[in-house]
């Protein structure tokens, strides 16, 4: 079903209305939360946007999948493991992570490293 999620913002956090904060749950995950904006409850049939937030000395899984990723750094700075080449990444810049990719975000300053991440609705599994 169409919906807007109004951006809740407040003293420096990054929230939505209706948007609840969820466990990112994985064994090699250290610091890490989640926010769905867009996936199931919304129905969507195509995509899923999800915003996650590292905070500092922690990181996301590390992992690889048969889809791919579009992400979209929104706040602090940190680095990205794609393969064997790890890449610092701040504010702005996006990140394309290919199919199969080995992946990783860590946080890599005082604040939350926090970003958007695309994927598609149906996903499979995590290697």
């Not at 939360?33 to 905070?55: C, D, N, T």
């Not at 979209?72 to 810049?93: C, K, N, P, Q, T």
């Amino acid at each position: 079903m169409s919906c807007v999620h109004r951006f809740n913002g407040r003293r420096g956090s990054f929230d939505w209305e209706g948007v609840a904060v969820g466990g990112y749950e994985s064994p090699s995950v250290k610091g890490a939360s989640v926010r769905w904006l867009i996936g199931p409850q919304e129905k969507a049939p195509h995509l899923a946007m999800r915003y996650f937030e590292v905070q500092p000395g922690g990181y996301t899984s590390l992992e690889r999948h048969a889809h791919d990723h579009g992400v979209l750094i929104l706040r602090g700075r940190g680095s990205v493991l794609l393969g064997e080449e790890e890449i610092e990444v701040s504010f702005g810049d996006v990140v394309y992570v290919s199919p199969h990719d080995l992946h990783q975000f860590r946080c890599l300053s005082g604040e939350p490293l926090g970003f958007l991440c695309v994927v598609p609705a149906k996903r499979g599994e995590t290697q």
